[in-house]
């Protein structure tokens, strides 16, 4: 069974750009959730999809958006890049009803400069 | 607000010895507790949870937590560490489907 793949691994962006970065979640899976990691802030929650519609959304600004597909594929876009956006941008994907027990990608690393 | 404590920034420890890391919570309601790792090179993944019931939960590779609900505590711990469980362990909370509040995280570096 695949694991949840996320693209692009790396990134490189100037402050001023946007990014959309993707993630494809486990097959079965129709809970994909978005985390940001820095080594100041750890791991904070960005949102959540859940059957295209977004269920839970964490403290971030509007800059951060996400949507989801039909086949539960889901998109992030970060606008107006700023430096501080710099991070390992983190997707998970859960089963339905599996409240927390989230299945990880490997990241997608962006570095705003 | 949420929030998750995790009290140790970096243990080191010899191989054979028994390890504690401490979890402190701050959350009014129902509480579901997970511990993920981070393994180096690897994704995050789960390593146990804890919903209801025995507060004394068992997860991969002999590791174990306690929830202490009066001490807002669930700390994990392992009777004898090996060198392959170098690694960063993230405790959680959370009762929002894939919403969790992470600790900042211990990094474990276990010496052969």
Same mark, same amino acid.
């Given at each position: $069974?695949?694991?949840?793949?996320?693209?692009?691994?790396?990134?490189? $962006?100037?402050?001023?750009?946007?990014?959309?970065?993707? #993630?494809?979640?486990?097959?079965?899976?129709?809970?994909?959730?978005?985390?940001?990691? /820095?080594?100041?802030?750890?791991?904070? +929650?960005?949102?959540?999809? +859940?059957?295209?519609?977004?269920?839970? $959304?964490?403290?971030?600004?509007?800059?951060? !958006?996400?949507?989801?597909?039909?086949? !539960?594929?889901?998109?992030?876009?970060?606008? /107006?890049?700023?430096?501080?956006?710099?991070?390992?941008?983190? #997707?998970?994907?859960?089963?339905?009803?599996?409240?927390?027990?989230?299945?990880?990608?490997?990241?997608?690393?962006?570095?705003?400069? | 607000?949420?929030?998750?404590?995790?009290?140790?920034?970096?243990?080191?420890?010899?191989?054979?010895?028994?390890? @504690?890391?401490?979890?402190?919570?701050?959350?009014?309601?129902?509480?579901?507790?997970?511990?993920?790792?981070?393994?180096? =090179?690897?994704?995050?993944?789960?390593?146990?949870?804890?919903?209801?019931?025995?507060?004394?939960?068992?997860?991969?590779? =002999?590791? @174990?937590? @306690?929830?202490?609900?009066?001490?807002?505590?669930?700390?994990?711990?392992?009777?004898?560490?090996?060198?392959?469980?170098?690694? @960063?362990?993230?405790?959680?909370?959370?009762?929002?489907?894939?919403?969790?509040?992470?600790?900042?995280?211990?990094?474990?570096?276990?010496?052969?």
């Amino acid at each position: $069974k695949a694991g949840v793949t996320q693209t692009p691994r790396y990134l490189i $962006k100037t402050r001023g750009q946007q990014v959309t970065l993707s #993630c494809s979640p486990i097959s079965g899976h129709r809970s994909v959730s978005w985390y940001q990691q /820095t080594p100041g802030q750890g791991l904070q +929650f960005l949102f959540e999809y +859940f059957s295209e519609t977004q269920r839970n $959304k964490g403290n971030f600004p509007g800059r951060f !958006s996400g949507r989801q597909f039909s086949n !539960s594929r889901s998109e992030m876009n970060v606008s /107006t890049l700023e430096l501080g956006d710099s991070a390992l941008y983190l #997707c998970a994907s859960t089963r339905t009803g599996a409240t927390g027990e989230l299945f990880f990608g490997e990241g997608s690393r962006l570095t705003v400069l | 607000a949420q929030s998750v404590s995790q009290h140790n920034h970096h243990v080191i420890l010899s191989e054979a010895a028994s390890l @504690e890391l401490g979890c402190n919570y701050s959350y009014g309601g129902t509480v579901n507790l997970f511990w993920y790792v981070q393994y180096p =090179g690897q994704h995050l993944q789960l390593l146990l949870k804890y919903f209801s019931g025995d507060p004394l939960v068992k997860g991969i590779k =002999g590791f @174990e937590a @306690e929830f202490i609900k009066s001490k807002f505590s669930f700390n994990l711990r392992k009777p004898s560490v090996q060198w392959s469980d170098t690694a @960063e362990y993230f405790c959680a909370v959370g009762n929002q489907g894939g919403k969790l509040i992470f600790g900042q995280g211990t990094e474990l570096s276990v010496k052969p």
